[in-house]
Structures are given as structure tokens and as C-alpha cells.
């Protein structure tokens, strides 16, 4: 749970750090910057310490996704900034892809699963079986000994 709090922070931190971005090149410089490397930092420290634990892709996945569409979402509301439906439409598929990412168990989970099961049951090994083969006597009339 420390990891995906670590990920949410890390998205938070990015979106607030564009948000500086916007500020620093309108309004208040001086501000917005300052703002913009506090936060980026942040959230790069706090990224470092969710990938501990996530795998990269689907943090990497859910950290640029829950940003971009967080930093569209502050866009038209703090900056009066328009989407298109083509534009919408692109983030809703972004998302349903962060979906499918995030919540896939996909082959790794079946394989570890497979190994939690050979791990719980004994397998004795296999001894070998040495066969003696007696040698054949002949005897004088053309008989088999055995």
C-alpha cells in the first residue's frame, strides 16, 4: 500500500509541477518555477520509491496516464484551455489502456502461482534400477542354461 501511495504522490506532484509550468510562463515566474522544481522533484523522489515495489511499465504507465489526463482535466478548468471530442476521446482511450495495464494479472501470475505449487509438493528423485544379465552357458547338446 506504501508503494501505490508513493505512485498517487507522485502523479499529484507532477500535475502541480505542469500547473507551476503554466503559472511561470503567464503570470508569476519567480513563483511558478520554484513551485515547478519543488514539485518536480518530489515527484521524481517519490516515483523512485513506488518502482521498488511496482513493476516499471505499469508505474511508468499509470504515473505519465493519471498525469496527462489530471493536467487536460486542470487545463480547462483552471486555465479556460478547450478540448476537442477528437482530444477527449484519445484521453478516454489512454485511460481504458491504463486500465487494462494496470489490472492485467496476464501469464506472470499464473506462473507464479504454478511455482508456489511445485514449491509445496515433494518430488523425491528417481532412483536408478541396475539390471544383472547372467552370462548364457551352452551346454553340450545345445541346451539353455539360464
Known sequence: MYYWC?????VIAEVVSTVGMKYASTSS???GYLLMALMISLSFYAFSRAVVHIPLAVSYAIWEGMGLFLIGVAG????G?????????A??????GLLLVTFDKGKHAEDEHDEQLASKVAIKPVQ??????KPVRVGTLGEVAL
Not at 6 to 10: C, H, K, N, R
Not at 91 to 96: G, K
Not at 128 to 133: D, F, G, L
Open 76 to 79: 480547462v478548468v483552471l486555465f
Open 81 to 89: 484551455e478547450y478540448l476537442s471530442v477528437g482530444e477527449m476521446f
Open 29 to 31: 515566474p519567480i513563483a
Open 91 to 96: 484521453i478516454a482511450l489512454m485511460l481504458v
Open 128 to 133: 536408478a534400477v541396475r539390471i544383472q544379465v
Open 6 to 10: 508513493m505512485l498517487v504522490l507522485a
